[in-house]
């Protein structure tokens, strides 16, 4: 049943929804059938999430590193889900589509997201102090002869910080289609410094109306009132080998997905939110056990699977995933334990050590002075050398990663375990090649794993996210007008080992 609008869980549920970020790069283009459509948008995959662009970002500039980090120290907990904010985290958006708002049509990059129900974007009206707003494309009213004010104040508070403005109606062009009157957010104060690195300019809401803020009516929403489709359906399909995809709306494209779709009804018409059955790794269980169930969300806004705590951390745990922090942390035990073990024992302090090892000053420079502190207490100990290794890989292991992000070895995705989903009595797997998420840096490659723990109210019973992880494996559609959504394995993906086909 659908929780009370009023209900804590489910505004925490509402505000923690974006666990970041699916962005495409999308113009129309046509499909096929006349008039009505279906109409369909290309997606074009981000070289990185948000999150991925600020890390490489931190990275080449220490003083930026120490103000991301106290930003995200202030929003995240443990686990990586923003305090009090739901499921909102445009931090891990990957693809994004182009729209145009006004008449002449003003160009705007944004996320297609079927975890909200707002559209919005910078305006003009932004303070020259808004540097993330600067760097996007920003709405001007006075230069469309379609605008009509509203004025309404709107926010969405995200894990990085507020996004607030006011409401503004005027054409949307969405798929090569002008939808009227639709209302949505001029933003003039953006999401922290985070936003600085996001690639799209704003959010486009796919969820149902009952969760928009200010009760404003959804794009898509309006696109059937307005009889622009002949289905009320939407689907995603997202290559995630040649980095681009396909959101068609008013229907469903047969030729990037196999077989039939497996249909499952909404138990919430708030998010796109049904019952998932059970989650296995490598065919042990792992959550939604003892005939209780779970329920899940199929979710374009983020590129990352979602799921509670304890299941995620021993799926992470068997695919031999480790916290981003706690291996870099590793990195420097591993190269300067005796480095630390030797100038400890010439009484000189962390940060006589840090200075001398070039460690400091820099990004590692607090882990530096932190990891010798430790072996000082350790030394006195009398404890052997391997002894102080090991104790430095348990205070290692203690570091949370902001975002929970967890990686994993690049040579040993041969031999991880498959992880499967059952969903309308139907199973649907993940190989690792699906699950595990490859990028490069520094000329390098690097591993990290798609799964990502969340903390919700224990009300909501045991809670899944389906991002792009498992999207970019099936094709997904979303049927507004029977309230279901559609699976089918993409032709892109190969089948997972073992994997039995869904029929």
């Known amino acids: 049943a659908a929780l009370p609008e009023d209900d804590q869980g489910a505004k925490m549920l509402e505000r923690a929804l974006l666990v970041a970020a699916l962005a495409a790069c999308c ?3 046509p499909f096929q059938g006349k008039g009505k459509g279906p109409h369909s948008l290309k997606m074009t995959k981000l070289d990185r999430t948000p999150r991925q662009e600020l890390r490489m970002m931190a990275a080449k500039d220490p003083k930026l590193a120490e103000r991301l980090a106290s930003t995200l120290d202030k929003h ?6 923003p305090h009090g904010t ?7 958006a990957q693809y994004y589509v182009d729209i145009g708002l006004g008449t002449p049509a003003q160009s705007f990059k944004v996320v297609p997201d079927t975890g909200s129900s707002n559209l919005w974007v910078p305006s003009s009206k932004c303070k020259f102090t808004e540097i993330p707003c600067d760097l996007h494309s920003k709405y001007w009213a006075k230069q469309s002869s379609t605008y009509v004010a509203n004025g309404t104040d709107f926010a969405i508070q995200y894990g990085t910080g507020a996004c607030s403005g006011f409401l503004s109606t005027d054409t949307l062009t969405f798929g090569g289609v002008g939808i009227k009157s639709q209302t949505f957010a001029e933003v003039t104060h953006e999401p922290g410094i985070a936003f600085i690195a996001a690639k799209f300019d704003g959010i486009l809401g796919l969820a149902f109306d009952s969760i928009a803020v200010d009760h404003v009516a959804p794009p898509f929403d309006n696109m059937v009132a307005q009889s622009l489709v002949d289905e009320p359906v939407f689907s995603f399909y997202i290559n995630r080998h040649e980095g681009e995809g396909e959101l068609v709306l008013g229907g469903t494209n047969p030729a990037h997905y196999q077989g039939p ?3 499952v009804p909404l138990t919430n018409q708030t998010y796109w939110e049904f019952a998932l059955d059970s989650v296995a790794v490598g065919g042990v269980p792992v959550s939604c056990g003892g005939g209780m169930g779970c329920h899940a969300i199929a979710d374009s806004g983020t590129s990352l699977l979602a799921g509670p705590k304890e299941a995620i951390e021993t799926i992470n745990q068997k695919i031999g995933a480790v916290g981003i922090a706690e291996a870099q942390c590793k990195a420097v035990v591993d190269q300067y334990v005796d480095e630390f073990i030797d100038e400890i024992v010439n009484k000189k302090t962390p940060k006589d050590i840090c200075t001398q090892l070039q460690l400091c000053p820099g990004k590692q420079c607090i882990l530096c002075k932190t990891l010798v ?3 000082i207490d350790v030394v006195a100990a ?3 050398r391997d002894e102080i290794h090991e104790n430095l890989y348990k205070a290692c292991a203690q570091i949370p990663s902001p975002g929970g992000e967890a990686a994993v070895d690049c040579d040993a995705l041969p031999s991880l375990p ?3 989903f059952v969903i309308a009595g139907k199973q649907f797997t993940l190989a690792p ?10 000329g390098a490659d690097v591993c990290l794993s798609g799964f990502m723990a969340i903390d919700l109210p224990p009300a909501l019973g045991p809670f899944w996210i389906l991002g792009d992880v498992f999207m970019g494996a099936y094709y997904t559609a979303f049927d507004w007008g029977k309230k279901r959504v559609g699976f089918a394995p993409s032709v892109d993906s190969p089948p997972a080992r073992g994997a039995p086909r869904v029929a």
Not at 76 to 81: A, F, I, K, L, P
Not at 86 to 92: A, Q, R, S, T, W
């Open 27 to 29: 113009s129309a283009v």
């Open 76 to 81: 995240y907990s443990m686990v990586g889900v």
């Open 86 to 92: 739901g499921i909102h985290n445009f931090m891990d």
């Open 261 to 263: 779709l497996t249909w």
């Open 373 to 375: 502190r430790q072996v």
């Open 382 to 384: 009398n404890e052997t």
């Open 418 to 420: 498959n992880v499967d």
């Open 433 to 442: 090649e699906q699950y595990i998420l490859k990028m490069s840096q520094q």
